[in-house]
Structures are given as C-alpha cells and as structure tokens.
C-alpha cells in the first residue's frame, strides 16, 4: 500500500482544516487506518484511527470533540477534518495503514506510512 497526504497548510487558531490520504494497493478496504503527528523536538503521537467498515473510530483525548476521522473505501481514500484548531495542532501529520484489521493507537501494528503533510496553526 502506497500512501500520499494531502491538505496540509498555515492557518490561524479556530479554523479548520481537512486532510486526506490516497492509498493504492489491493488491501486498502480491509487494512485499519490512522493518522499520526509529530511536532519539532516531540515524539511522534497517535491522533486517530478508524477499522476497515469506517464503524468505529477512536480518537486522542488532545483532539476528541475537534477531529473526525472518515473513510471511502471505494475511493481509497482516508480523511482527518480537524475543526477548532490550536496553536498546539502544529505538527507533521502521517497517514498509517495497518498490514491487517488492526486499528488503535499504537505506531508499531501500522506497516505503511504516507509521507507527512505540515500542519501549522497560528495564534
């Protein structure tokens, strides 16, 4: 699975952004989905994720209530609309796919990776 970001950009506290995520490759409609996030000098974090249906999300406590996490398997296609955005929103953003079902929060079950998209939030 090959994974290309889209969306990214500078905007000012309170507004919204959507980013998506292309995927190509056969496994797309089975494989959980994630967005993950690293801001300069952090670890990378885990934001949200959805299973393979899009029935069930779950999301980090920092961003629950703000993002949704949102996917078309007939488009292969995976979206993270980011609403409310803070000063502490700013990071690089990177889509993960899973090699199977799994969905969660943990970096190391995600076998494939898109490239990153910066996300910048201006207060």
């Known amino acids: 699975v090959q994974l290309q970001a889209s969306g990214g950009g500078l905007v000012q506290t309170g507004a919204s952004l959507k980013l998506s995520c292309a995927a190509s490759?056969?496994?797309?409609?089975?494989?959980?989905m994630g967005w993950f996030r690293q801001a300069p000098g952090k670890e990378r974090e885990f934001v949200a994720t959805?299973?393979?249906?899009?029935?069930?999300?779950f999301y980090a406590d920092s961003v629950k209530g703000r993002f949704t996490i949102s996917r078309d398997n007939a488009k292969s296609t995976v979206h993270l609309q980011m609403n409310s955005l803070k000063p502490e929103d700013t990071a690089v953003y990177y889509c993960?796919?899973?090699?199977?079902?799994?969905?969660?929060?943990?970096?190391?079950?995600?076998?494939?990776w898109g490239q990153g998209i910066q996300v910048t939030v201006s207060s």
């Open positions: 490759g056969r496994t797309f409609g089975s494989s959980g």
């Open positions: 993960a796919a899973s090699q199977d079902t799994y969905y969660g929060s943990q970096s190391r079950y995600y076998l494939y």
């Open positions: 959805i299973n393979w249906s899009g029935g069930s999300t």
